[in-house]
């Protein structure tokens, strides 16, 4: 019913139609029926305070105005037989018969070929039941839909973002059967890419954290330091080797903090030069170990 397709957004549209001087556009329906004929009440959005002398209902409403489409599919079709008009609604006749059984389920009523019609507001989802037929009341536009109420059956295995895409296209082809767009510009696809996206990077912390949470799984040091202390046990941070080493120099100056040393090893030269310092500690051999130097020190020759 149209409950079940009803949004914030369509009732923000019915307020600005009824406050408008000329647009028009559909409100609600109710089906009845009335011994072997079925009818459709058609309720057009009211006029606000302001437009008092505003006609709200078109006049000259004829079946060719109407046109009734099937949401599902191996329904027979529908069409509009009569129309007429009866106080504050239309009321439109339709080619069936309780005998006929093929009409049943979900059919969405046009309106074409209409002046003034707002296109957002002209059609209008319906459904046809044997012996559960609910009208369709009308809605003040200030007030908020009900909730969506539908079934929904959470895929607990979609855990990256094509398994969370197609998931959101299953689920609204269930919501919207009209919406079957699937173009990568449209912007509904836009929209599910983007949330398929998020989730999927969601999706990879929270089984980071779940790995995190146990001690036969934990992958980071952090997270084995804080499960060991949970044991009463605290991981030393460890420590570099240290080295004394000796400096001899030719002049007094300054040793800078972060200075690479090398370890001696035949044939090296004990000496490096100044602009060759920076490609031999590049060069490095694999057996030789670089040092930095912990501290800016003074050196003097006379310590040599």
Same mark, same amino acid.
């Given at each position: 019913?149209?409950?079940?397709?009803?949004?914030?957004?369509?009732?923000?549209?019915?307020?600005?139609?009824?406050?408008?001087?000329?647009?028009?556009?559909?409100?609600?329906?109710?089906?009845?029926?009335?011994?072997?004929?079925?009818?459709?009440?058609?309720?057009?959005?009211?006029?606000?305070?302001?437009?008092?002398?505003?006609?709200?209902?078109?006049?000259?409403?004829?079946?060719?105005?109407?046109?009734?489409?099937?949401?599902?599919?191996?329904?027979?079709?529908?069409?509009?037989?009569?129309?007429?008009?009866?106080?504050?609604?239309?009321q439109l006749e339709l080619n069936?018969?309780?005998?006929?059984?093929?009409?049943?389920?979900?059919?969405?009523?046009?309106?074409?070929?209409?002046?003034? /019609?707002?296109?957002?507001?002209?059609?209008?989802?319906?459904? /046809?039941?044997?012996?559960?037929?609910?009208?369709?009341?009308?809605?003040?536009?200030?007030?908020?839909?009900?909730?969506?109420?539908?079934?929904?059956?959470?895929?607990?295995?979609?855990?990256?973002?094509?398994?969370?895409?197609?998931?959101?296209?299953?689920?609204?082809?269930?919501?919207?059967?009209?919406?079957?767009?699937?173009?990568?510009?449209? /912007?509904?696809?836009?929209?599910?890419? /983007?949330?398929?996206?998020?989730?999927?990077?969601?999706?990879?912390?929270?089984?980071?954290?779940?790995?995190?949470?146990?001690?036969?799984?934990?992958?980071?040091?952090?997270?084995?330091?804080?499960?060991?202390?949970?044991?009463?046990?605290?991981?030393?941070?460890?420590?570099?080797?240290?080295?004394?080493?000796?400096?001899?120099?030719?002049?007094?100056?300054?040793?800078?903090?972060?200075?690479?040393?090398?370890?001696?090893?035949?044939?090296?030269?004990?000496?490096?030069?100044?602009?060759?310092y920076k490609q031999r500690i590049?060069?490095?051999?694999?057996?030789?170990?670089?040092?930095?130097?912990?501290?800016?020190?003074?050196?003097?020759?006379?310590?040599?």
């Amino acid at each position: 019913m149209t409950d079940k397709f009803s949004s914030y957004i369509r009732l923000q549209r019915r307020l600005n139609v009824s406050q408008h001087p000329n647009l028009i556009g559909l409100d609600f329906l109710e089906i009845e029926q009335q011994e072997q004929q079925w009818y459709l009440r058609a309720y057009f959005v009211s006029p606000s305070p302001e437009q008092p002398n505003k006609q709200h209902i078109p006049p000259n409403l004829t079946p060719a105005n109407f046109q009734i489409k099937t949401l599902q599919k191996k329904l027979a079709p529908l069409k509009v037989e009569s129309v007429n008009y009866i106080k504050n609604y239309v009321q439109l006749e339709l080619n069936l018969t309780t005998k006929n059984e093929d009409w049943l389920g979900f059919h969405l009523l046009t309106l074409i070929d209409i002046e003034y /019609l707002d296109s957002a507001l002209s059609q209008l989802p319906f459904s /046809l039941w044997p012996d559960n037929i609910i009208p369709i009341h009308p809605q003040s536009p200030t007030d908020l839909p009900p909730p969506l109420q539908l079934p929904i059956d959470i895929n607990y295995l979609a855990k990256d973002y094509q398994s969370f895409r197609q998931l959101m296209l299953d689920y609204l082809t269930l919501l919207l059967p009209q919406w079957q767009e699937r173009h990568e510009a449209d /912007l509904g696809i836009v929209l599910v890419d /983007l949330l398929a996206y998020v989730a999927d990077y969601l999706s990879y912390y929270q089984d980071a954290v779940a790995t995190e949470s146990y001690l036969g799984t934990a992958r980071r040091r952090l997270s084995l330091t804080r499960h060991a202390r949970l044991l009463d046990y605290r991981v030393s941070e460890g420590c570099n080797a240290r080295v004394w080493v000796q400096v001899q120099v030719t002049g007094n100056t300054v040793l800078p903090i972060g200075t690479p040393l090398l370890t001696h090893n035949q044939p090296a030269p004990k000496r490096i030069l100044v602009n060759e310092y920076k490609q031999r500690i590049q060069q490095a051999n694999p057996s030789e170990q670089v040092f930095e130097t912990m501290e800016t020190v003074s050196l003097y020759v006379q310590h040599n």
